[in-house]
């Protein structure tokens, strides 16, 4: 099934200059890129976009490290894009990411884990509204 997903290439890979390594793995594997814009985010975006996890522990710093700066989001699409995002972007603890994966390559913590992508497509659907419409 052809499907869309949201990535978000986080600060902390977009300030290292990770951005053009980190879309050529997605290229590579033969996803296709759809819309892709460059956003600051407001804490009131990142609210809406993180709001499954409101009330935990590390919600307050996640979304002060999301809001430090530039991130470049992009609607990915291809044959169950959703997964393979996924797959691509490895385990959210980049000491657990299997080798390969950009949270492997890129990812310097479990929040400073370079990359978002959606959880199954009706988040898919949701976020990519949030951030492109
Ligand atoms: P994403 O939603 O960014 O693709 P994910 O689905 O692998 O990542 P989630 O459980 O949805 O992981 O967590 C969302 C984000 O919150 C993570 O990518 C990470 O930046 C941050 N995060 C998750 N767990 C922790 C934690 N225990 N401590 C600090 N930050 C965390
Ligand atoms: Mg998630």
Do not use: C
């Amino acid at each position: 099934m052809i499907e869309k997903t949201l990535v978000l290439i986080k600060p902390d890979a977009f300030a290292k200059g990770f951005v053009g390594n980190i879309i050529s793995i997605y290229e590579n594997s033969g996803l296709s890129f759809e819309k892709a814009k460059i956003v600051l985010p407001s804490k009131a975006l990142l609210e809406m976009h993180y709001k499954a996890h409101k009330g935990k522990p590390f919600f307050n710093s996640l979304l002060d490290f999301m809001s430090s700066g530039k991130i470049m989001a992009l609607v990915v699409s291809g044959d169950s894009a959703v997964q393979r995002v996924r797959n691509i972007n490895g385990a959210t603890n980049p000491d657990d990411a299997e080798e390969g994966t950009i949270r492997k390559l890129y990812g310097t913590s479990i929040e400073k884990n370079a990359v978002h992508g959606s959880e199954d497509p009706p988040a898919a659907k949701e976020e990519i509204a949030l951030w492109f419409e």
